[in-house]
Nanobody, 123 residues
């Protein structure tokens, strides 16, 4: 069973950058479709971006052009590079993998989750 360990995150001023990491153990990350989600206080967990086994990436409109998903197969790690951060990006960020063929946006379709990492963007 694959397990995901997240790192990165923290506090940054608006306009700054952060990089989140999602490292897999017990499985090869490139054989899964992986999504990044975020959950702001009092709100539902929502899909933000993702990368398929084919390396095709997807982004919601709110982060397109600012966030970049990449995968390092040698390190069995996926990254979420976040630039030009805004206060609205403040949330707990999660990575998760699915065995479904597509990259679904619903959290229920993801079987394995990282522990989450807090991102705070101050204005």
């Amino acid at each position: 069973q694959v397990q995901l360990a997240q790192s990165g995150g923290g506090l940054v001023q608006a306009g700054g950058s952060l990089r989140l990491s999602c490292e897999a153990s017990g499985g090869t990350l490139s054989t899964y479709n992986l999504g990044w989600f975020r959950q702001a206080p009092g709100k539902e967990r929502v899909f933000v971006a993702g990368i398929r086994k084919t390396s095709t990436t997807y982004y919601i409109e709110a982060v397109k052009g600012r966030f970049t998903v990449s995968r390092d197969n040698a390190k069995n790690t996926v990254y979420l590079q976040m630039n030009k951060l805004k206060p609205d990006d403040t949330a707990v960020y999660y990575c998760a993998v699915t065995e479904l063929a597509l990259l679904p946006s619903a959290p229920k379709d993801y079987a394995v989750w990282g522990q989450g990492t807090q991102v705070n963007v101050s204005s």
